[in-house]
Nanobody, 118 residues
Framework: QAQLAESGGGLVQAGGSLRLSCAASGRTFSRLSMGWFRQAPGKDREFVASISWRGGSTNYVDSVKGRFTISRDNAKNTVYLQMDCLKPEDTAVYYC???????????WGQGTQVTVSS
């Protein structure tokens, strides 16, 4: 059974940084796009970033461009989200996802909380 497990969330002050990790297991994810979504209280889940299976193509939502960086290590079946210059509006539960498109939705993790204090 395919599983995605996020880690690295926490509480940080505005302007700080966090690095999220997502470890995949149960199948080989190296040929799938992987990405991150987030859901703030009372809001819909939104796309944040994605990366192609070879890592050569990335997409970001406009609000995080220049601040977040997605990367992957296929040998470790892991995808990362480096988040810098964090803002209070980045506060949300962050979900890892994998799938066949650059907005991957086929597999989901359980989520990790990111809280940015002002």
């Amino acid at each position: 059974q395919a599983q995605l497990a996020e880690s690295g969330g926490g509480l940080v002050q505005a302007g700080g940084s966090l690095r999220l990790s997502c470890a995949a297991s149960g199948r080989t994810f190296s040929r799938l796009s992987m990405g991150w979504f987030r859901q703030a209280p009372g809001k819909d889940r939104e796309f944040v970033a994605s990366i192609s299976w070879r890592g050569g193509s990335t997409n970001y939502v406009d609000s995080v461009k220049g601040r977040f960086t997605i990367s992957r290590d296929n040998a470790k079946n892991t995808v990362y989200l480096q988040m810098d210059c964090l803002k209070p509006e980045d506060t949300a539960v962050y979900y890892c996802a994998a799938g066949s498109s650059m907005v991957p939705r086929d597999y989901w993790g359980q989520g990790t909380q990111v809280t940015v204090s002002s």
